[in-house]
């Protein structure tokens, strides 16, 4: 970024912060990473280029499939790669890394949907993911709550009704009732595992004027009961209600939400996300992390919608980071909820919910405006699109928008695409569209999402397959905090389609299923290719950066159930180990080049 850019962004979140809320109990400020004094050494000038051996790489270089060595500069560039004589014969004075003994090198791992400070505050908050019963979400929240002072909001995330096994009906919310025995004072405020709903107690629910309970927001729903009370729950936008209550994070929050991200991402063996939704605090932030020489990610940022850093980027242009750390060249907009809280928008009634069709959150013109605005500053626009009818929305819009538009970036997105209708899969190819899908959504909504559809819609649901026949191209991801950011289990999902205890047997609907290398791709070349950046990562070879993982297995020859037994031994950012298995946090490294 340049000065002048970088002067305006600092400037921009001035003017955003100015009336922003900070909490005074913040934990202190994390100190920065420390280099060891041996990387000091091999950072020097006579140290300049390292050299894997005896190792076994998978390139996903169609050139060059598989090879024995690769060589890289301190600076991140990968110089040759091949046998460990055809390396060390153009290398001889590298530093020399042995791997001879197990395991497998591959791409950095890309994610190409994440949240990356939702995670960090998920971190930070109550963790609900994998609760079976109301009993135990209470439990763990009161366990969090004794370490919060008195007045703090007690906050949380993934509870998902259908896992319950004390709810009466997969279809029923719960309600605030539930959380006011434990926590008849303090505001509680749980989001679903999707990020599209929450759940309040009573004392949060009576912070809100009577008049903001009246009606339901445009886009969002609030849940009542038969006498037409607010049960607790909100529903996509009707969420925001509750959330503009709450106190802002301060900035040191923010900074240890973001550490703690960064710590769980590259010790899972992802090189680069793409973030789902960027604020311009955000941007900023991850901008300073870079200049502390704390970044180890490299970001791929798509600006919130129509806010601050999407009229920050349409004002002052796309911000590309020198060191490709950080790029923001995208907007992610919406157009529907999520299937799990029936939020997602479908052209005919939900099989399980006769007369309900989810939310809509923009209609076809409205869209329409929003996208070609967008593709008219440069960006690569990506849509959060679910329900069949939001694909169908998408499609139109993006149709007359690239209509409308002389120039625009390409490579435009459906992010989801979960439930489709059979010719979604033609149209998306003849716009040059990306299909941004994550396998685990698939796995973790098998045991309900027929129930949601029915049997007829659900032939195109989660249908990786479908879109690769029609040449639409894929980028796999993981959606966290809503699923694990751990991609294994994501390639275990889109080869098998079954869940950790192998079923169903055959796989849910195995037509849809990918081959490991398709799936590999996905998450490596497929998402550097939605992220514009083919040409630097998402495979080695010659020429590109030196982002790379070291697994204990090779995950292209092992039966996929061993995907969920692997472990990433090493991660390498730029030609810089920023994780290693079994050594602290205080002893990794930074990933700056020098």
């Known amino acids: 970024m340049n000065l002048c850019h ?6 921009a979140i001035l003017l955003a912060s100015l009336s922003a809320c900070q909490q005074s109990d913040a934990p202190p400020k994390p100190a920065a990473t420390d280099i ?14 390292t050299a894997l051996i005896n190792a076994r790489i998978v390139t996903m270089d169609d050139e060059q499939p598989r090879a024995q060595a690769m060589a890289f500069t301190s600076a991140g560039e990968i110089v040759a790669i091949g046998s460990n004589d055809e390396v060390l014969a153009a290398w001889p004075e590298a530093k020399q890394v042995d791997l001879r003994h197990n395991g497998v090198v591959i791409p950095g791992l890309i994610d190409a949907h994440g949240h990356i400070m939702n995670l960090g505050f998920a971190l930070l908050n109550a963790d609900l993911v994998g609760t079976s019963s109301v009993a135990e979400i209470i439990q763990r929240l009161q366990h969090h709550a004794s370490h919060l002072p008195e007045d703090a909001w007690l906050l949380g995330r993934g509870w998902d009704q259908n896992d319950w096994v004390d709810s009466a009906s997969t279809a029923a919310f719960p309600v605030a009732e539930d959380l006011d025995q434990a926590f008849p004072q303090r505001p509680v405020w749980l989001e679903r595992i999707d990020g599209h709903a929450g759940w309040a107690n009573s004392a949060a629910l009576a912070l809100l004027d009577d008049e903001q309970l009246l009606a339901d927001p445009d886009g969002g729903q609030i849940i009542r009961s038969a006498d037409g009370q607010p049960t607790g729950v909100f529903i996509d936008k009707a969420q925001a209600l509750i959330e503009a209550l709450i106190p802002a994070p301060s900035a040191a929050l923010r900074e240890q939400a973001l550490t703690l991200a960064l710590q769980q991402l590259r010790s899972l063996g992802l090189t680069g996300v ?5 604020s311009l605090q955000d941007l900023q932030l991850y901008q300073d992390f870079i200049d502390s020489d704390r970044m180890t990610l490299r970001i791929y940022a798509m600006a919130d ?28 907009l919406y157009l529907d909820g999520a299937l799990g809280s029936r939020g997602a928008a479908m052209v005919d009634d939900y099989s399980d919910q006769p007369g309900h069709r989810g939310l809509l959150f923009a209609d076809v013109e409205t869209f329409t405006a929003q996208v070609a605005s967008a593709m008219r500053c440069g960006l690569q626009v990506n849509t959060h699109a679910i329900g069949d009818r939001a694909n169908e929305v998408l499609l139109d819009a993006y149709a007359a928008a690239m209509a409308s538009v002389d120039e625009h970036s390409g490579r435009h997105r459906i992010e989801h695409a979960q439930i489709v209708r059979a010719d979604h899969y033609q149209r998306a190819a003849e716009l040059g569209l990306i299909a941004s899908m994550q396998p685990t959504h698939a796995t973790s909504d098998m045991y309900w999402a027929e129930q949601r559809v029915g049997p007829q819609r659900i032939q195109h649901g989660y249908a990786w397959q479908n879109f690769g026949a029609a040449s639409v191209p894929l980028a796999l991801g993981s959606d966290f905090p809503v ?54 990562v998402g495979s080695l070879r010659v020429g590109k950066q030196a982002d790379f993982v070291w697994l204990d297995r090779d995950i292209l020859r092992i039966e996929p159930a061993e995907l969920l037994q692997t472990s990433v031994l090493e991660t390498w950012l730029a030609g810089r180990r920023v994780y290693s298995r079994g050594v602290t946090e205080a002893q990794q490294v930074s990933a700056k080049p020098d």
Do not use: M
């Open 305 to 332: 919608g129509e806010r601050a850093a999407l009229q920050q980027l349409c004002s002052n242009g796309l911000l590309v980071d020198p060191d490709g750390l950080l790029q923001a060249r995208a907007v992610k």
């Open 6 to 11: 970088r002067l305006l962004l600092a400037a």
């Open 36 to 49: 060891t004094a041996d990387e000091r050494k091999d950072s020097s000038p006579a140290s300049t280029v």
């Open 274 to 278: 793409h973030d789902a939704g960027t």
């Open 483 to 536: 699923e694990s950011a751990d991609p294994l289990p994501g390639l275990y999902a889109a080869i098998t389609r079954q869940d950790a205890e192998q079923w169903p047997q055959d796989g849910w609907y195995p037509q849809q299923r990918l081959s490991r290398e398709q799936a590999l791709h996905g998450f490596t070349l497929g998402a550097a290719y939605a992220g514009f950046a083919e040409q630097q």
